[in-house]
């Protein structure tokens, strides 16, 4: 399992690297991470709160103790670019550690996500941005619980 997480983070971070050049951009040019923090924790888009860059797929892997489950918050300041069905920039959150597990949802939009469980140790979010309009983006913070 870590070995096929690791190999998926080492993809999804550097795309749209290149296309940073100023030094206000530079200093947040790598996105996504595995997280195990025994008290929880937060990760935001790229940026934020300033306009997420275009271009960039950030994974999130967050992994819990084992018998513990975990619980992710977002912030208010919230605003990824809205479409039907979420279909450009999104958040995608699923319920286990890969990119197959059960979706628990898709979201864009100004309307911060619901409060979101996992029926496990592992919860899989994946922060996508396409080419064009970019917002705010999010930040999130995470807790565990029996």
């Not at 998926?8 to 296309?19: R, V």
């Not at 951009?25 to 595995?34: A, F, I, L, Y």
């Not at 995608?92 to 628990?104: A, K, L, Q, T």
């Not at 919860?123 to 619980?145: C, P, Q, V």
Request: with cysteine; net charge neutral; proline share 8%.
């Amino acid at each position: 399992v870590a070995s096929l997480i690791i190999l998926h983070l080492s993809g999804a971070t550097k795309k749209g690297t290149e296309k940073q050049t100023t030094s206000e951009t530079q200093k947040s040019v790598q996105c996504g991470t595995w997280t195990k923090h025994a008290d929880g924790g937060i990760f935001t888009s790229p940026n934020y709160p300033s306009k997420y860059p275009p271009d960039r797929e950030c994974i999130y892997i967050i992994e819990a103790a084992p018998r513990q489950c975990i619980e992710l918050y977002f912030d208010e300041k919230y605003s990824i670019e809205p479409s039907w069905e979420c279909k450009f920039d999104h958040i995608e959150v699923r319920d286990g550690p890969f990119g197959f597990s059960p979706i628990i949802g898709r979201f864009c939009g100004q309307q911060n996500p619901p409060v979101i469980k996992s029926s496990g140790r592992f919860l899989w979010i994946k922060f996508f941005a396409d080419g064009e309009l970019e917002s705010m983006g999010f930040s999130a913070r995470y807790n565990f619980t029996p």
